[in-house]
């Protein structure tokens, strides 16, 4: 195929990704009138009834990875790739699918560095004049550590690379922010946990406040901001324990006025697209802003390139609008031309994990009570960690589904969502009962 399809042609896509994440985008993608064919690779128990799930590792980007993927679509039909994480974009898998006729979703490897080197993103939002927390960057351990020992106030010490959601330590005595620079970097004893990931750390000014997540699509140049997010990566009720993927999220959340809202597209997410591109990069895809809400106003915590997840399923199920127009509008320059509102519910996203996670847990325990989870017009079951063995639908992660529910108030959609989750069977399952408690 050569050309892009015409206006009304339908468009075979193909999602890259395994989560629940992946799951929400192909069922929104699905009620596109113009949505062809659907491929998820490697998708997981839930993606199969929406289209066909493929095998086609991305990871690494490599030659022999991006051929076949290429291959596949050609072959296919395919003219949309949506690469759902963030790896494979800051390894350039973006750029390296981009074909005649094709739209990747997606921001090139240059543009997802933002979220791939917090160094990066740290130095641009303090050129940019983006409120951020103060901070340092360390490429030699011995200067870290020394600048860790003198601090009086608390630091948070992050690694800059890629670490899998791990890499970011909240300390409160400067006995473990030297701790926490070992842990990443590595001390006399033994190499750091992250490898090449943590051999640059930024130090930086330990913030307080709650925290909302603000997702824009961005074509370039126009940005559409999404209704704004609140996640609990805090794997116990109360946001105690340590952090995981994402126990929950709900959508809107309340924290944010209209006129922040409107302050924090202009101050973080404008900024920052208009600072890439004076620097010759053109930021397409996602753009999301994880921000602490601050005394002294809203604040930049970390940038990333992509959908979160669990967030994209609460914006999924909220966002009314044709996602499939608004992907191809995004990839095309043309978000300004696309009309897309929300639903004026709440949605609220309970992930029902396996026990054990975020430490070990089993996987391939048989999986039941879905459809009567589901059988509320107003909840949606969104599958992460699953897997299809012999016809029956097993565990095949930590963060199992995510169960997603409406409601008029954030409170009726927590108790619908709950409600949902409990039917859902499987051994050790749990989820925590209190997304959105905070704000009520
Ligand atoms: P990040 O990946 O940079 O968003 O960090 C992960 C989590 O660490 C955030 O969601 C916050 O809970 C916490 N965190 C990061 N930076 C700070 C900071 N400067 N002050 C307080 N907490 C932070
Ligand atoms: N929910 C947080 C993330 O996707 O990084």
Same mark, same amino acid.
């Given at each position: ?253 309340? #924290? @944010? %006025?209209?006129?922040?809202? =409107?302050?924090?597209? *202009?101050?973080?997410? /404008? ?5 890439? !591109? ?44 044709? #996602? @499939? %127009?608004?992907?191809?509008? =995004?990839?095309?320059? *043309?978000?300004?031309? /696309? ?5 004026? !519910? ?95």
């Amino acid at each position: 195929m050569s050309n892009p399809p015409g206006p009304d042609d339908p468009v075979n896509a193909l999602i890259l990704g395994s989560g629940g994440r992946e799951h929400a985008l192909g069922w929104k993608l699905k009620q596109s009138p113009r949505c062809g064919e659907l491929f998820f690779a490697p998708g997981n128990g839930g993606t199969e009834p929406l289209g066909t799930n493929v095998d086609l590792p991305f990871e690494p980007v490599n030659t022999k990875n991006v051929d076949a993927i290429d291959y596949f679509c050609r072959q296919n039909g395919v003219s949309l790739v949506v690469i759902g994480p963030e790896d494979p974009l800051c390894h350039g898998l973006a750029d390296r699918l981009q074909a005649p006729g094709r739209r990747v979703f997606g921001p090139t490897a240059d543009a997802a560095k933002l979220e791939g080197d917090k160094a990066f993103s740290k130095k641009l939002m303090h050129a940019a004049s983006i409120p951020t927390a103060d901070a340092k960057t360390f490429t030699n351990p011995d200067a870290a550590r020394a600048y860790a020992e003198t601090r009086e106030l608390p630091v948070v010490v992050k690694a800059a690379g890629l670490a899998k959601g791990k890499g970011v330590i909240v300390t409160d005595t400067a006995e473990e922010a030297v701790a926490a620079v070992n842990e990443i970097m590595g001390d006399d004893t033994q190499g750091g946990t992250f490898g090449d990931a943590g051999a640059t750390v930024v130090i930086e000014e330990r913030l307080s406040g709650q925290e909302v997540s603000v997702l824009a699509l961005v074509d370039g140049r126009n940005l559409f901001v999404l209704d704004p997010c609140q996640d609990h990566k805090q794997v116990n009720e109360g946001d105690t324990g340590p952090n995981t993927g994402g126990m929950g999220a709900y959508c809107p959340t309340p #924290l @944010l %006025e209209e006129d922040t809202l =409107t302050e924090i597209q *202009r101050e973080a997410l /404008v900024r920052t697209v208009d600072a890439l !591109r004076r620097d010759g990069v053109e930021f397409k895809g996602v753009l999301y802003a994880g921000l602490m809400l601050t005394a002294g106003g809203p604040k930049v915590l970390e940038f990333n390139t992509r959908f979160g997840d669990p967030e994209c399923q609460p914006l999924m199920m909220r966002l009314k609008g044709d #996602l @499939l %127009e608004a992907m191809i509008a =995004t990839c095309d320059g *043309r978000l300004d031309e /696309v009309d897309l509102s929300w639903d004026p !519910r709440v949605c609220c996203c309970v992930v029902v994990c396996s026990g054990g996670y975020p430490g070990d847990y089993r996987k391939g325990l048989p999986i039941t009570g879905i459809d009567e989870a589901a059988s509320d017009p107003d909840v949606t079951v969104f599958h992460a960690g699953t897997a299809m063995k012999k016809g029956q639908l097993v565990t095949n992660g930590g963060r199992v589904l995510n169960v997603c529910a409406l409601g008029d108030t954030l409170k009726e959609a927590q108790q619908k969502a709950n409600a949902a989750a409990k039917k859902v069977v499987f051994d050790g399952a749990f989820f925590r009962t209190d997304i959105g408690s905070r704000v009520m």
